[in-house]
């Protein structure tokens, strides 16, 4: 079995001044969707422009931050917060959670597309591509942090926190890797040729939720919400099962519905 490093969460300290992990590897997530965003709109015949790319990662940012904060808060710590409620602006001690910053993201862009006259779903088909490698990050500052552990575990990857102690699933690096690369593949290699409107919003909804659902079963649930239903069904799972569903039903709708709208191939 292998042994938890317990890495300093400080990457940083200058003075006064402290730079969390976990903030780098949202800024290499950002910065990662940017770069993604403007090799897409490079592509002759994508029908974005560079400018156009800065706004929207602008608009997604603000989406995931706030989504990310009010969903954690509405999901997983409700009490908490009625009890006291500036506890949503105290960002500072934790707390983001991926299906609210989706439903922050998706307002986001639906504005944005209102602004430049482009549909939720157009936006969200350019947008799912970027995502993935986003997540990846997000889950090794999980794994850095040593926060969202996976069940105790005997098998040979699994990680002791400390010297004789319980080992555990390293459930933040399976999530790197499925919700991060794996599905980063799949997803942009789909989106490489042309596709129905809303085909690869909805391969991202189907694969992310269906990774995440197995993940779930060798990841701690949340100790203050415990199983919410026959001794396994997570928190967790029961908000990622609409996204299969959603993401399935779109791809579904997406193919009866008609022909790609034409453009260019985005393979890198």
């Not at 950002?30 to 029908?47: N, P």
Request: aromatic share 14%; glycine share 14%; with cysteine.
């Amino acid at each position: 079995m292998l042994t938890y490093p317990h890495i300093d969460p400080i990457a940083l300290e200058l003075g006064p001044l402290k730079v969390h992990w976990y903030g780098v590897m949202y800024l290499c997530a950002f910065a990662t969707a940017w770069w993604l965003a403007r090799h897409r709109a490079g592509r002759r015949g994508s029908g974005w422009s560079r400018e156009q790319v800065s706004d929207l990662i602008f608009y997604g940012a603000l989406g995931v931050v706030l989504g990310g904060r009010l969903g954690y808060v509405l999901f997983y710590a409700l009490d908490r917060f009625l009890a006291d409620p500036f506890y949503l602006v105290r960002v500072w001690e934790g707390g983001m959670s991926f299906h609210g910053g989706l439903i922050g993201v998706t307002v986001a862009l639906w504005l944005y597309g209102r602004r430049i006259g482009r549909s939720l779903l157009e936006v969200g088909d350019f947008v799912a591509p970027l995502v993935p490698l986003g997540l990846g990050f997000g889950r090794i500052g999980n794994f850095i942090n040593g926060e969202l552990w996976g069940r105790p575990s005997d098998l040979p990857w699994a990680i002791r926190l400390e010297p004789g102690g319980l080992a555990y699933h390293p459930s933040q690096l399976y999530e790197a890797a499925l919700e991060g690369v794996v599905l980063f593949l799949v997803v942009w290699l789909y989106s490489s040729r042309p596709r129905p409107t809303g085909s690869v919003a909805g391969l991202f909804l189907a694969g992310y939720g269906v990774f995440r659902f197995l993940v779930e079963f060798v990841r701690s649930p949340d100790a203050h919400i415990g199983y919410l239903a026959w001794g396994w069904l997570t928190m967790g799972q029961l908000l990622s099962l609409p996204m299969v569903i959603a993401g399935a039903g779109l791809m579904a709708w997406a193919r009866r519905r008609g022909s790609p709208p034409p453009m260019e191939s985005t393979r890198p």
